[in-house]
């Protein structure tokens, strides 16, 4: 039984509906031991039956039997690994791997073999210095002669020790003495037992082997026995073979990625302005909302919240505050003490003949720190802090001036019979509020304010004080979550109770900032989808670049997942790649302008960058690249691998 056998090989190429047959009927025997040289003009056929016999071309009518197993039904993954263990290519071009060493070339096929990386490596640097190459391990193709590029061809051929070598035309770009070396390296091969086949059209390059196959146009014209074959021994244990690690494919990606290395800097800074622009349109967001947080919580408790009641009325009287509501309230949890007071709609300041509108006036409460007074000291009984405005309207050169001035102040109100008075009283100026607030007054002094009158205040807010700062939230949650056992139409909604006064502020800052921080990150994130056309682009222009060497590959026994998993691997680290230099340039970007913002009145950090903001971007860079390689990955696995080794 022949190791090798072709059974009526029939090949027709198909060109605008007519048919034209290339092999028509070709029957052959090899065995190991034996130097084939299959000799004909261009045109005849030589290659189309190499292609077959290689296992690169499955579409042909006929057999081809190894071992006596025909390999007609043979499935891709079968191909794969019949190119793998079986098949050592050997071509004209010598079709070298530009961007890997030498040593690498000859690595590619032992990669894929489940030898020891140590083994592999001294595998490689072996057969290069039988091939008589040692020592130009680290050359890479383009700095080696012709003739060294075939021995390198010829020595990655041999590195999974196949069975047969096919070589096309090996010795068409060499000289005289090339010639002789590389023929006399594959006589060598053949006396190792193994079946050596060529394809040339030089007779001088045919009579070199065991036996000269003649074809023309597509049929076998004659035979002749040269000398006999070299068969010597029995079959020796060889590696065996396996796909392509994701490591390996890592580390080819970023060879490839190396070898262009000034085009893949540009891709990555690109890349990278977009990622820069969503960290830091969030990081700016995070610090603006701390910075207002700051000021506001300057002047007031954190940990303590306004609450009123949730109705439609504007009265401030109508909206009572009742025993009742302060129980319902002190039994929340993590409330401390609740403590009630008066919230006035509006009032009137007289001073030295002037009046001015004040647009609200309250309590004393623990919301209101004693450092929000610039000037001056908290109220006391009988006494009132105003706003800066306030006292600049008087004083503008000097607003302190107001402090100690006895003023008259105006409250206007509804008595008991819902008819309007108006409320009036002398009270002595205690301070300057620091912010453009109201006036506060101790609740004590706003019922003198109401006794002048006869009348009797009713609290209309409550002062909730929580324990800690990292409850204040959840209990506004638990408050706002308070239904209304009975249905009332003067409400605003269901919720009986509505957090007022500086804990509602920052909610509803805090909320608006965040949309409008999420937006302007959106706005930065169409630079993402310019980076995503970018990587699609320079992936295609990357599969055509690298045609050949996906061929290159393919006949080497790789898988069209792999091809796909190459690709997608040098996506990934581009993505990743940009989004560590995103994240570089985000900091030093937030280093210098927290820098001057803290030289500066504002004199607070307005760039607040948080890991998980880098870890979203890093995220979002390396989905963008994954999502841009999906279509040019598919395409280079899709590939031909005649049509793409044959591509120039």
Known sequence: MSFLELRDIRKAYHVNKETFPVLKGINLEFNRGEFVSILGESGGGKTTLMNIIGGLDDDYEGEVLLDGKSLRNNTEKEWDAYRRETIGFVFQSFNLISHLSILDNVLVSLEMTTLSRQEQVERAKTLLKVVGLSGHEDKFPNQLSGGQKQRVAIARALAPDPEIIIADEPTGALDAQ???????????????????????????????????????????????????????????????????????????????????????????????????????????????????????????????????????????????????????????????????????????????????????????????????????????????????????????????????????????????????????????????????????????????????????????????????????????????????????????????????????????????????????????????????????VVLYISVTERTKEIGILRALGVQRRNIRTLFISEAFFLGLFSSIWATIFSYVASVIINHISLATSVDYAIIDIHVLYVLFGTLISILIALFAAQSPSRRAAKLDPIEALAYE
């Open 178 to 536: 090339n010639t002789l070396e590389i023929l006399a390296l594959l006589d060598e091969i053949a006396k190792d037992d193994k079946l050596v086949i060529t394809v040339t059209h030089s007779q001088e390059v045919a009579d070199h082997g065991t036996r000269i196959v003649h074809m023309e146009n597509g049929v076998i014209d004659d035979e002749i026995q040269v000398q006999p074959s070299y068969r010597t021994s029995d079959k020796t244990a060889k590696p065996s073979t396996k796909a392509l690690s994701l490591w390996d494919l890592v580390k080819m990606s970023l060879k490839h990625m190396q070898y262009n290395l000034r085009r893949n800097v540009l891709i990555v800074f690109g890349a990278s302005i977009g990622i820069f622009s969503v960290i830091m349109m969030l990081g700016l967001g995070e610090g603006i909302t701390g910075y207002i947080n700051h000021q506001i919580y300057s002047q007031v408790n954190p940990m303590s919240i306004q609450v009123a009641q949730n109705t439609k009325h504007t009265d401030p009287n109508s909206r009572e505050m009742t025993k009742a509501d302060v129980n319902r309230l002190k039994q929340l949890d993590h409330v401390e003490s609740v403590e009630t007071g008066y919230l006035g709609g509006s009032g009137t300041f007289h001073y030295k003949g002037d009046n001015v509108n004040v647009s609200r006036f309250q309590s004393t409460n623990s919301t209101v720190l004693p450092k929000s007074i610039k000037w001056g000291h908290f109220p006391k009984d009988g006494e009132m802090a105003i706003n800066i405005a306030l006292a600049k309207h008087y004083y503008a050169k000097d607003p302190k001036k107001i402090i100690g001035q006895t003023v008259t102040f105006f409250i206007p109100t509804m008595n008991n019979k819902h008819q309007p008075v108006s409320l009036h009283k002398k009270v002595k100026i205690s301070g300057v509020l620091g912010d453009e607030s109201g006036v506060i007054l101790t609740y004590k002094t706003i019922q003198d304010f109401f006794k002048t009158k006869n009348m009797t205040v009713k609290p209309n807010f409550a002062t909730v004080n929580i324990s800690s700062f990292a409850f204040v939230k959840g209990v506004q949650k638990k408050i706002n979550a308070i239904k209304d056992p009975i249905p009332d139409s003067s409400r605003e909604t269901d919720s009986r109770y509505q957090i007022t006064g500086a804990g509602a502020l920052v909610d509803t800052l805090n909320t608006y900032l965040e949309l409008a921080i999420w937006v302007l990150a959106g706005v930065s994130a169409i630079s993402l989808l310019v980076s995503a056309i970018m990587i699609i």
